[in-house]
């Protein structure tokens, strides 16, 4: 089956700086979505983006379908962005998520 | 804006105990998933649900689970005799409904954490 994988792991920031997390997808994809795992454990959907790029406020995403990858761009961080993010897709013919390991995100004051 | 939402938030229930977690998904959602996340690990897919049968499951999704949607509006998942394995947060996702932008993206509920002692 296809494999996602994250990077970095772990990231720790100071308040106000960008950060840029990755992932990678080891097939074409028809869905990859980006969530946020806040410290109450809920998934809050950040982006939609199979491919091409969407802004939402500080945070930004880019789709490279044909490169097999995604980023996802956080600008001068807040400590509530502290959490994991995590990217999954769908691939094939199927409608079932596949998680990433995500990125564990500290941002510090 | 429509969300998902799950009931109960926490369950504490003894080894060998049925349990039943809900969901009430997003309204023209036609799509629906059960998802679940062991402490400290991924998010991993158990069962999908579309026009009132199971389309996909997992190897996780064995004999002890069961979903239905018994009133058109509620989905839930069952577990019949809880494991200690099975102490995880279980996440509810909907999909579909008239939107096109967004019809291909699933939104999850809040999610109900399941401990088994």
């Known amino acids: 089956g296809i494999q996602v994988e994250q990077s970095p792991p772990d990231l720790i920031l100071q308040e106000g700086a960008n950060s840029t997390l990755r992932c990678n997808f080891s097939?074409?994809?028809?869905?990859l979505q980006w969530f946020h795992q806040n410290p109450w454990g809920q998934l809050i959907n950040l982006f939609y983006?199979?491919?091409g790029t969407k802004q939402n406020g500080r945070l930004s995403a880019t789709t490279v379908a044909t490169e097999r990858y995604s980023l996802l761009y956080i600008s001068s961080s807040q400590t509530t962005d502290s959490g994991v993010y995590f990217c999954?897709?769908?691939?094939?013919?199927?409608?079932?998520?596949?998680f990433g390991a995500g990125t564990r995100l500290a941002v510090h004051p | 804006e429509p969300e998902v939402t799950q009931t109960p938030s926490h369950q504490v229930t003894q080894m060998g105990q049925e349990v039943i977690l809900r969901c009430v998904p997003i309204?023209?959602?036609?799509?629906f998933y059960w998802y679940r996340q062991i402490l400290g690990q991924k998010v991993e897919f158990l069962v999908s649900?579309?026009?009132?049968?199971?389309?996909?499951k997992s190897e996780i999704f064995d004999d002890q689970f069961s979903v239905e949607r018994p009133d058109g509006s509620n989905f839930t998942l069952k577990i019949r005799s809880t494991k200690l394995e099975d102490s995880a947060m279980y996440f509810c996702?909907?999909?579909?409904?008239?939107?096109?932008?967004?019809?291909?993206?699933?939104?999850f509920g809040p999610g109900t954490r399941l401990t088994v002692l």
């Open positions: 999954a897709v769908i691939s094939g013919g199927y409608n079932k998520l596949i």
């Open positions: 097939d074409s994809v028809n869905n």
């Open positions: 983006i199979p491919s």
């Open positions: 309204s023209n959602h036609l799509y």
């Open positions: 649900f579309y026009n009132n049968e199971i389309s996909e």
């Open positions: 996702a909907t999909q579909g409904g008239l939107k096109a932008s967004s019809y291909n993206e699933q939104f």
